[in-house]
T-cell receptor
Framework: ETGVTQSPTHLIKTRGQQVTLRCSSQSGHNTVSWYQQALGQGPQFIFQYYREEENGRGNFPPRFSGLQFPNYSSELNVNALELDDSALYLC???????????FGQGTRLTVV | GNSVTQMEGPVTLSEEAFLTINCTYTATGYPSLFWYVQYPGEGLQLLLKATKADDKGSNKGFEATYRKETTSFHLEKGSVQVSDSAVYFCALLASGTYKYIFGTGTRLKVLA
């Protein structure tokens, strides 16, 4: 059984650019959540997808958007990057809603 | 709203010392409680969990007991090792909700 995998592991982007981060959920998991972890902070919830539909959203602007595909993999897109978007982005998958989440290793995004 | 408060770090201990990292929470209903560990440059790994009052989660020598009366979930280990050096996050998943609420993390440094 493979775990949650994220790509890329590291990324450097310029302010104003757009970025797409990818996540493959654990086998059989239909729920994917994304979190942003700024340096020295705990992860903050961005949004969750359940069976290809957005199921909830945290306090992030609309330039943070996502998708979930029929195979339950997911993408996080961030437009008009700002310096403060520099963070570790974590993907977590769950077997069903409101069940334990399993986290990937994260993508470290640096905006310069 | 729901929240998690952890003791501030860093916590520096000698090898074989006793560890306590305090965690208290505010939540409606009966949340599930978790401890995650993050090693340098890595994502989050679930360390232990408890889903109802008086449950004790344990793993790799770490323990935490869900105390409803004090709204606490303190992490303990009887004898720490250098390899336990990491950042520890306390988190809750409130019943009927879809997102984890994390504390700010406590950095543990164990010296040989």
């Amino acid at each position: 059984e493979t775990g949650v995998t994220q790509s890329p592991t590291h990324l450097i982007k310029t302010r104003g650019q757009q970025v797409t981060l990818r996540c493959s959920s654990q086998s059989g998991h239909n729920t994917v959540s994304w979190y942003q972890q700024a340096l020295g902070q705990g992860p903050q919830f961005i949004f969750q997808y359940y069976r290809e539909e957005e199921n909830g959203r945290g306090n992030f602007p609309p330039r943070f958007s996502g998708l979930q595909f029929p195979n339950y993999s997911s993408e996080l897109n961030v437009n008009a990057l700002e310096l403060d978007d520099s963070a570790l982005y974590l993907c977590a998958s769950s077997l069903e809603l409101n069940t334990e989440a399993f986290f990937g290793q994260g993508t470290r995004l640096t905006v310069v | 709203g729901n929240s998690v408060t952890q003791m501030e770090g860093p916590v520096t201990l000698s090898e074989e010392a006793f560890l306590t990292i305090n965690c208290t929470y505010t939540a409606t209903g009966y949340p599930s409680l978790f401890w995650y560990v993050q090693y340098p440059g890595e994502g989050l790994q679930l360390l232990l969990k408890a889903t109802k009052a008086d449950d004790k989660g344990s793993n790799k020598g770490f323990e935490a007991t869900y105390r409803k009366e004090t709204t606490s979930f303190h992490l303990e280990k009887g004898s720490v090792q250098v390899s336990d050096s990491a950042v520890y996050f306390c988190a809750l998943l409130a019943s009927g909700t879809y997102k984890y609420i994390f504390g700010t993390g406590t950095r543990l440094k164990v010296l040989a």
